[in-house]
């Protein structure tokens, strides 16, 4: 804390400020944002909407579809989900290649459950 704001908001006030004015889209100063605490991550956004985010930690460090929907920005592009670790780790040792391909299979299949944009609706809720 620095005064009474997290650091982390007087980073995005620079990461902001570093590319304002520079073109009408994405800045072309970046932010690495985790991937496992929503809340943050959905603050961290609001103060930086023209900004890409690389998310890390989707999959092996608990990262999950809520928390990548919380950094998701208005703009294509702006969020990087990287996820080697989830994707290839395995536990067994022992696993012949046939189950490895289908563990692989079965996590691509959820992370990009968990990645694919789902547009919220804006018709009113009666």
């Not at 650091?7 to 304002?20: F, M, P, Q, Y």
């Not at 919380?70 to 996820?83: H, I, T």
């Not at 040792?93 to 079965?106: D, F, M, Q, T």
């Amino acid at each position: 804390m620095t005064g009474n704001r997290p650091i982390s908001d007087h980073v995005a006030d620079l990461i902001g400020e570093i590319g304002r004015g520079e073109n009408n889209g994405l800045n072309p100063i970046g932010a690495v944002i985790g991937a496992t605490v929503p809340h943050e991550g959905r603050r961290l956004r609001m103060l930086l909407p023209h900004t890409i985010i690389l998310a890390p930690a989707l999959g092996a460090q608990g990262g999950d579809a809520r928390s990548i929907n919380a950094l998701r920005g208005k703009e294509l592009g702006d969020l990087l989900v990287p996820v080697s670790r989830g994707l290839a780790s395995v536990v067994d040792r022992e696993i012949s290649p046939l189950a490895y391909r289908e563990l692989i299979l079965e996590r691509l299949a959820g992370f990009q459950d968990a990645i694919v944009h789902r547009p919220v609706s804006t018709a009113a809720v009666s």
